[in-house]
């Protein structure tokens, strides 16, 4: 149980498109998804929180009209980023806390984009 | 604000060693304790948690004891595989009420590479 998936797993892009991410929590319901990314050999930095039905919140330093997070249902969250550059390339995973749940978080797979 | 410092890495085992990666954690309040694995390409995978001191949480033969008194959760595994291998990640759990609440900060990670 507790799985969380995200698609794409990778995707290249061209540098001013947009891309879209999606997290999906496959057999429990998520209030709260967290939205993290990884650069190389590096720690996961959070961007922002995004609960179910209302706006996400950002952490400082992270671009919300860059990164638009839209928590439309329970078992899903999708992460778009806008007018792409190759500076955003990197590793996004999402995580996903059960409805009722405490602390713990369940991890997507991860999507790695790379913008050229 | 709260914060996570792992033991430098990489460390390199041979098959067999016994394996500890120190984990000491700055919080307010009474945070619960965690420890992620990441293999290589994936997303994380929780380890084990702790949610109050003394607690000891354990799976896969490892073992991490929460320690008010030393600020530590410091990661043990009696013999390693070369399936150990990997990414290993501490990271506490916000108590703070809010929009803070389970928010999850990081250390920078571990890599553990074991030899046959």
């Known amino acids: 149980g507790a799985v969380v998936s995200q698609h794409p797993s990778r995707v290249i892009c061209k540098s001013g498109t947009s891309v879209k991410i999606e997290c999906r929590s496959l057999d429990f319901q998520a209030t709260t998804m967290f939205w993290y990314r990884q650069f190389p050999k590096q720690s996961l930095m959070l961007m922002a929180t995004s609960n179910e039905g209302s706006k996400a919140t950002y952490e400082q330093g992270v671009e919300k009209d860059k990164f638009l997070i839209n928590h439309a249902s329970l078992t899903l969250s999708t992460l778009t980023v806008t007018s792409a550059h190759p500076e955003d390339s990197s590793f996004y995973i999402c995580?996903?806390?059960?409805?009722?749940?405490?602390?713990?978080?369940?991890f997507g797979p991860g999507t790695r984009l790379l913008v050229l | 604000g709260n914060s996570v410092t792992q033991m430098e890495g990489p460390v390199t085992l041979s098959e067999e060693a016994f394996l500890t990666i120190n984990c000491t954690y700055t919080a307010t309040g009474y945070p619960s304790l965690f420890w992620y694995v990441q293999y290589p390409g994936e997303g994380l995978q929780l380890l084990l948690k702790a949610t109050k001191a003394d607690d000891k949480g354990s799976n896969k033969g490892f073992e991490a004891t929460y320690r008010k008194e030393t600020t530590s959760f410091h990661l043990e595994k009696g013999s390693v595989q070369v399936s150990d291998s990997a990414v290993y990640f501490c990271a506490l759990a916000s108590s703070a009420g809010g929009t803070s609440y389970g928010k999850l900060t990081f250390g920078q990670g571990t890599i553990l590479t074991v030899h046959p």
């Open positions: 995580s996903a806390r059960p409805a009722g749940g405490r602390e713990t978080q369940y």
